[in-house]
Structure formats: structure tokens, C-alpha cells
């Protein structure tokens, strides 16, 4: 096992994506089990903060550590099994993203789960419930979830199956390998009907497999996941269309996330079942324009979809498809359509450069992002986003919006040039995430809380439902090692530790 203690040789732990910093006396890199539950004893006997590391791709601080130690899930890295036959796959933690969906499709197989940046690790996604593009059509990465193997704070071992531990009602009890029994009161409160990944899983009779997705790291360490598999699509049908009206792509996203709706309910006479439908702004496409100069420069709005096909549907697809942009005075002429897998891939890259080109930006300027992950109800989600754009408008605040409009799941980037607009940028952020809240939405659709936005969480929750949260992981981690200062504040674990 790997230690490294000179801080010039971990630096690129101390920080994100998003340009959070933190400081840590050591990291761990273990490469094996034993490793693992070897440092986390040591951890929880000596009160070490503990702070557990994917690959860096996070905007929330969530890795980043607030003292203490880190533990890199960078070695356990090994691709255990797919079943072709079962459709089903075996994964360490550490293993890249990309490297496993590559592996998935050569054995002809797909994983929908699609984050923007695909070299974090797939512990991580899980440790996030991280979503993307195609979380419109296929969900999240909790679907994919069939079991995981979590080592808790102490060294401890879960061993869980989907289907297998049950709570009865809220309350649910696990058995580790050791033997040891370990008591939970499941929070219990209502969680937004959207997209969401703000704080713990909420349900009543609750899969114990649920209670660790989306923990970030708080709950216990994700060594290994039995992921379900699906059959690889035969084609996918990926298109931008450009508007010189931004109501037109709004309106455009809006009709087609309702007859792919349609579809899921059983309706196929609709044809239209988009896997993703994403939007940028005229202030994205501008943003973009020096590393994409033929994006028309009359475009207001652009959306990004896509749709898998069969040869046999291929044509009434693509005239379903090309009537529903023209109903909304999409020029197909000046649409970017894949006519195969080169192309696709270039779609896929103009999607995510919108997202390393802010974090570029932040990086230059010295400021921390700060780019809403903020979703909405369906019938919602018009209003909110013309709330969004008329602050930061009127605030003189530069930006640009872009995201995951199917799931009525915005990012609005705001980009301050020095630490007095970042000020200002932080307040307006606050504004819009309690005007999320207020419509019935979330603070968080897809990034999860981390350290950057727990006072959000608590605006969302309130205090009664955080010491809930705060319970669940006392009962796991009575020291409080794991994730420090994630979800939630340190003062509602320091609570329960003080003596009556």
C-alpha cells in the first residue's frame, strides 16, 4: 500500500472541479480489501477524519478533505466480472467509468448511467447517485444497482443484495460479516417529486442497498457493486437543432419530452422516445463559439437529443423527428445530425465542453464555480427558469445556462471576473436554490450536497429532518470520521456524541 504524507506529492486531492481547497495530513491509496478495512480501523480507533477520494471530477468539495486523512479508491481498480448471460457486471470501486462502459459495449451490452465527465471512478457514481444525459429515458444510477459490498467506519463489512434487506417501515437493521447487528431509524421525510440527490434516501420498507447510494462517502466506503446490464442499442439517432427563438427550443423540449412519455406509458403510436434532451442558451453557444465556430450565430437556443432506432423504423423516426422541429421553427438545415460513430462522439463532446470550459473559466479568475444543480416540477419549470435569468440579469451577472431540460433540471453557471462578483454570485445562488425549493423541487438533481452546499440542504429540509440524517449516520459511524462536513454540518454528530 502506498502512503504519501509530502503534500506536493497529493495536491491534486486538496481541490475539485469546482476549485473548492482543503488540506490533509496523508493519503492512503489502498489496493486490496484488507488494505482498506486495515486503515479504517486504525481511523476510527484514533478519531481520524477520514475522507474518502474518487477521481476528482466532483464540483461539491465532497473529496476534498477539511483535515485528517484521505483514502483513494484509485487501486482497487479491477473490472471483477461481466455476465453476458445475466446481464449483470462486478466492479471495484476504482474503476474508471469509461473503462467499464468500453468493456460493457465490447461484450455487446450497455450502462445507461452517463455523467458528464466520464473519467470519475463508478464508486463514486454511486456514492452520488450520479445521473447525465440520458437519466431521461433510463434514470439514474440507483437502477443499476443490484448489490454492494461497503466497508464501514471500524473496518466492518456489509455484504447487501438488492431484495434481500428490507426495513420494516423505517426501521431496518443490517448484519455486518463480523456478526455484529447494527440498528437504523431511516429519516423519514418527503423527498421532491424531481430528479433529485439532496441529502439521504427517504422511503418507507426501504432496500438496504438504497440507504448507501448518493451517501458521498458518510456511510461507509464503496469497495465493490453488482451493476444490472442492459442490450446495447442497435443505432442512436443524436442531433443539435439550433433556434433562433429560445421559447421555440423550450417549447420544441417540452412536446418531446411529452410524447416520449407517452411511450413509457405504453403509447406507441407516438414513435418520438428521446434517451435525452438537453438545452443551451444563447450565452452557451456563444461561450462555445472559439471552440465551435460553426454554430450559427442567428441561434438563440440549441437542443441536443437523441433516440435509439432499429433499421426498420430508421426512416419514419428521423420524418417524426424532422416534423416536430419544424412545428417549432427549427431550421433542419443548420442541424448537427450523427451519421455515425465519429460524429456521435463529437456530439457527446460539444455537450460536456460547456462544463469544462466554465470550470476552465473559474480556474483562471481564482474563484470557486457556481453553477446551480437545481430541478423543478415538470409544469414548473418555465417559470423558475425565467425567474433565474431575470436575476442574474438585472444583478449584471455574466452566465450561461445549459443542462438537462427533459428532467426540468437546470444549470445556471454564473461566471464572476474576481472575488467581490463571486460574492455577489453565492447570494444570487442561495436566492435560486430556495426558489427551487418553494415550487417543490430540489437544491441538488444530480451533484449531490458535499461541503459547498449543506446550508442549502438544511433551507430545503430544516433542521428536524438533518438530525435525522444525522442519526442514520451515528448509528454507522458513532466517531463521525467518514466525510466530515458532507450533507450536513459536523455540529448534528457532535450532538449525539456528548454524554446526557
Excluded at 453 to 467: T, V
Amino acid at each position: 500500500m502506498i502512503i504519501k504524507t509530502d503534500k506536493e506529492e497529493f495536491a491534486s486531492f486538496l481541490s475539485d472541479a469546482a476549485n473548492f481547497k482543503g488540506d490533509a495530513e496523508a493519503v492512503y491509496f489502498p489496493e486490496n480489501e484488507e488494505e482498506l478495512k486495515s486503515i479504517l480501523k486504525e481511523c476510527a480507533l484514533k478519531g481520524i477524519k477520514t475522507t474518502i477520494a474518487g477521481n476528482g471530477t466532483g464540483v461539491t468539495g465532497a473529496r476534498v478533505p477539511q483535515g485528517g486523512v484521505v483514502i483513494s479508491t484509485s487501486k482497487l481498480n479491477r473490472i471483477l466480472e461481466i455476465n453476458k448471460e445475466n446481464k449483470f457486471a462486478l466492479v471495484e470501486g476504482g474503476v474508471l467509468l469509461k473503462d467499464f462502459q468500453d468493456a460493457v459495449e465490447a461484450a455487446g451490452l450497455f450502462y445507461p448511467p452517463d455523467p458528464t465527465e466520464r473519467n470519475c471512478f463508478v464508486g463514486a457514481t454511486i456514492a452520488t447517485n450520479a445521473s447525465g444525459a440520458r437519466t431521461f429515458k433510463y434514470g439514474p444510477t440507483r437502477n443499476y444497482v443490484m448489490g454492494l459490498r461497503v466497508i464501514l467506519a471500524g473496518g466492518d463489512a456489509l455484504e447487501l443484495e438488492r431484495g434481500e434487506v428490507l426495513a420494516d417501515g423505517y426501521k431496518l437493521e443490517l448484519t455486518a460479516d463480523s456478526g455484529r447487528k447494527i440498528k437504523i431509524n431511516v429519516p423519514r421525510y418527503e423527498m421532491p417529486p424531481t430528479k433529485n440527490t439532496a441529502g439521504y434516501y427517504s422511503k418507507e420498507n426501504i432496500d438496504a442497498v438504497d440507504l448507501f447510494i448518493g451517501s458521498e462517502g458518510t456511510l461507509g466506503v464503496i469497495y465493490s457493486a453488482k451493476l444490472r446490464l442492459l442490450k446495447l442499442p442497435a443505432e442512436i439517432l443524436s442531433c443539435v437543432q439550433f433556434f433562433n427563438e429560445e421559447d421555440d427550443a423550450l417549447s420544441f423540449i417540452e412536446e418531446a419530452r411529452l410524447l416520449s412519455y407517452q411511450i413509457a406509458g405504453g403509447n406507441e403510436n407516438s414513435l418520438i422516445d428521446a434517451r435525452g434532451l438537453e438545452f443551451f442558451d444563447s450565452n452557451s453557444l456563444r461561450f462555445m463559439e472559439s471552440t465551435y465556430n460553426n454554430i450559427p450565430k442567428a441561434a438563440k437556443g440549441a437542443v441536443w437529443f437523441e433516440q435509439e432506432y432499429s433499421p426498420e423504423n430508421e426512416k419514419i423516426i428521423l420524418d417524426k423527428w424532422s416534423a416536430l422541429i419544424a412545428k417549432h421553427r427549427g431550421n433542419i438545415e443548420n442541424a448537427w445530425i450523427a451519421f455515425n460513430k465519429a460524429d456521435y462522439e463529437k456530439f457527446k463532446d460539444f455537450r460536456h465542453s460547456i462544463s469544462w470550459q466554465v470550470n476552465e473559466y473559474c480556474t483562471r479568475n481564482g474563484v470557486m464555480k457556481v453553477g446551480t444543480d437545481t430541478a423543478v416540477p415538470h409544469e414548473m419549470f418555465r417559470e423558475f427558469y425565467r425567474f433565474c435569468v431575470k436575476l442574474v440579469t438585472e444583478a449584471n451577472m455574466n452566465y450561461v445556462a445549459y443542462g438537462h431540460a427533459g428532467n426540468s433540471h437546470i444549470h445556471l453557471n454564473m461566471l464572476p471576473a474576481n472575488h467581490e462578483s463571486y460574492t455577489k454570485a453565492r447570494e444570487l445562488y442561495g436566492i435560486i436554490c430556495r426558489k427551487a425549493v418553494e415550487l417543490g423541487g430540489t437544491v441538488s438533481a444530480e451533484h449531490g450536497i458535499g461541503k459547498l452546499k449543506k446550508g442549502y440542504l438544511l433551507d430545503m429540509y430544516g433542521e428536524e429532518n438533518i438530525r435525522q440524517m444525522a442519526k442514520l449516520k451515528y448509528s454507522l459511524d458513532p466517531g463521525g470520521i467518514l466525510g466530515p462536513g458532507n450533507i450536513f454540518d459536523e455540529k448534528y454528530i457532535n450532538e449525539l456524541r456528548k454524554p446526557l
